[in-house]
């Protein structure tokens, strides 16, 4: 037998509000968090899936790949950086796509390589290209030819890959000439000269700032985690998404305080007691946190029903993504906030005296 | 401290000149003026007195709710008047039992789980022999057929029967009870009385039983009255 658990077992009702309004923040914090995975999975797959050290950006792109333009001179001086093992072009075009027996238009990336990406096949021929598993969704089917853009470029599906988009356009993986093909169709004002590309993708260990010494200025390199973040609004969708679960976790923790504060007072007849028969400040205390650990565990369990039904209900157009990771860090932040928020109680908790149980008639 | 070989060979509760004074703002309010009592095994004493008089004080003191401004108070020959608060804890789960006035059960188990909340204390794991124990209590309390029911189902009289269970779990050799039957009808509190009386005696348990009926002291083997916060000893009851 075990004083907190058998309240909880024999009492449910008395923690029926905490539990409620603890699976909706549990809820929401699981459904901030998926449109953030959604929002950052989406607009950065095309990167992160890149096999490569080092993203090199001409030096006045700030960082944007659709500003950067590096000519064949500078990758030649690149490609002499001694630890640079591995080097290739890579080159973006967001454009709508015309899909076969469909109304809408796909949105679309098409994204022109030599080096595959992870679980990317190497490039494909002329006019061919490998279309991410979120084109499904616009009705794009093996074997179907989209047309690109206002020019209508054809570029024929031949295969599926996942988790590959860009900036939350599908990606359209192709070879650099049918890129600069659609390119130079379809974005006349930025037409890209033979041979040059948007940017350099490198593998082996030389560091960005010996590569943007050998090009003497003419490059900005990142590391690939840095080229993610540097995506345009991915690091503030980051940072405003995770002050704001940062806050709910916080208001959890004022929810947990003030839920066990209010407990408490109502149990200090009886914690008298208990004193008084030998129970100690710890032993009530570590009963109050077991207590408010429970309750979040059982509305974490709630809250993550009703955003998988939520996920469930939703269109698939908002990017709501519930990764198993994002379970943990939502279990682990209301665990965290359970503790620290039952931590309000201890003073009370410690300040109850025993002698209060003598003399008390009520 | 010093007593006497043979009165400290049969005493339980042994205060000498123990004072408590609480400060507020300026004043000192002296709560208990150089009480000194003695109490010995399977005897039974009742304090009276009015409102305010100090007997709450005594027996907080007593069971080491309360630490004396001066003064000593040794029970089973330990001198708990320099205890800590830790000290105190450990000394209250093993060598005392308290009846309280009214919030005195935990309202979510059941009889038997009451009693069992002692041994949990303890670090126990409320197993066979606890809980052997704690039926044969409750039986021998009248309260074999409750085992299983909550506060909330039994009456005044049955709840305060439990919590005489619960006091003698550990069987400590002191019982102090607060006002045990100021919550009860005249009939059912000479009921609890009664049975205080048979159980403090079969094993030879002492008790402090702090009353403000004084048709209850005729149960009691000695009555101390408290005034002021001094103690007049010497009226002498027979049970």
Request: no cysteine; hydrophobic share 45%; glycine share 10%.
């Given at each position: ?97 015309e ?70 356009q ?5 070879n ?27 593998q ?17 390199t ?88 939520a ?52 | ?42 005897e ?57 006035q ?20 303890g ?5 066979k022999?606890?809980?052997?124990r ?10 074999g ?46 009921q ?18 702090v ?8 149960y ?5 009255r408290?005034?002021?916060?001094r ?9």
């Open positions: 037998m075990n004083l907190a658990l058998t309240e909880l077992r024999r009492q449910p009702g008395r923690f029926v509000v905490a539990t409620v309004v603890l699976s909706f923040l549990a809820t929401l914090l699981l459904f901030l968090g998926g449109l953030l995975d959604g929002l950052y999975l989406g607009s950065t797959g095309a990167i992160r899936a890149q096999n490569a050290d080092s993203i090199v950006f001409s030096s006045s792109a700030r960082d944007s790949f659709l500003r950067s333009r590096i000519t064949p001179e500078i990758r030649a001086e690149v490609e002499q950086v001694p630890g640079v093992t591995a080097v290739g072009g890579l080159g973006f075009a967001l454009l709508g796509a899909v076969p027996g469909e109304t809408d238009f796909a949105d679309v990336a098409v994204a022109g390589y030599e080096l595959p990406p992870r679980g990317v096949p190497a490039p494909p021929v002329d006019g061919e290209g490998y279309a991410d598993e979120r084109l499904q969704d616009f009705g794009v089917g093996k074997g179907d030819t989209l047309l690109l853009g206002p020019a209508r470029t054809p570029v024929t599906v031949i295969g599926f890959v996942s988790d590959t988009n860009y900036l939350l599908g990606g359209l993986w192709v650099l000439n049918t890129w600069r093909t659609v390119q130079n169709a379809n974005r006349p004002d930025s037409n890209v000269p033979d041979d040059v590309v948007q940017a350099l993708v490198v082996g260990d030389a560091p960005p700032s010996t590569i943007d010494a050998a090009t003497a200025g003419a490059t900005k990142l590391t690939r985690d840095e080229a993610v973040l540097a995506l345009p609004g991915v690091k503030q969708q980051k940072s405003t998404f995770n002050q704001i679960i940062y806050s709910t976790l916080v208001v959890v923790l004022a929810v947990v305080g003030l839920f066990f504060s209010l407990l408490t007072l109502e149990r200090t007849g009886l914690y008298g007691v208990l004193k008084a028969i030998g129970a100690s400040s710890r032993r009530l205390f570590a009963g109050v946190v077991v207590q408010s650990v429970i309750v979040s565990l059982i509305a974490f369990v709630i809250g993550s029903l009703l955003a998988l039904v996920s469930a209900a939703l269109p698939r157009s908002v990017p709501l993504q519930l990764t198993p990771s994002r379970f943990i860090f939502t279990l682990a932040g209301l665990v965290v906030a359970a503790v620290f928020g039952s931590a309000i109680s201890l003073r009370r908790v410690t300040r109850i005296d025993p002698a209060s149980a003598i003399g008390s008639a009520s | 401290m010093s007593l006497d070989p043979n009165a400290a060979h049969s005493t339980v509760l042994h205060l000498t000149d123990v004072r408590k004074v609480y400060r507020s703002g300026d004043a000192d309010i002296i709560a208990l003026d150089h009480a000194t009592l003695s109490v010995h095994h399977g039974i004493v009742a304090l009276l007195g009015p409102s305010g008089s100090g007997k709450t004080t005594l027996l907080s003191i007593a069971g080491g709710l309360l630490t004396p401004t001066e003064g000593s108070v040794v029970v089973n020959d330990h001198d708990i008047s320099t205890y800590s608060a830790k000290q105190l804890t450990e000394f209250r789960r093993t060598n005392v039992g308290f009846v309280f009214s919030v005195n059960l935990v309202p979510f188990l059941t009889a038997e789980e009451n009693l069992l909340v002692v041994d949990e204390l670090g126990g794991k409320g197993g022999a606890a809980k052997q704690a039926r044969d209590l409750l039986a021998e309390l009248g309260l057929s409750r085992l299983k029911n909550l506060p909330a189902q039994l009456s005044g009289g049955e709840r305060q029967r439990v919590a005489i269970g619960r006091a003698l779990f550990n069987s400590p050799s002191l019982v102090l009870f607060d006002e045990p039957t100021s919550a009860l009808d005249t009939k059912i509190g000479e609890v009385m009664e049975l205080i009386q048979t159980e403090m005696k079969s094993r030879n348990t002492a008790a402090v039983i009353t403000h009926d004084n048709r209850m002291t005729h009691a083997d000695r009555t101390v408290i005034v002021d916060g103690l007049e000893t010497g009226l002498l009851t027979t049970g």
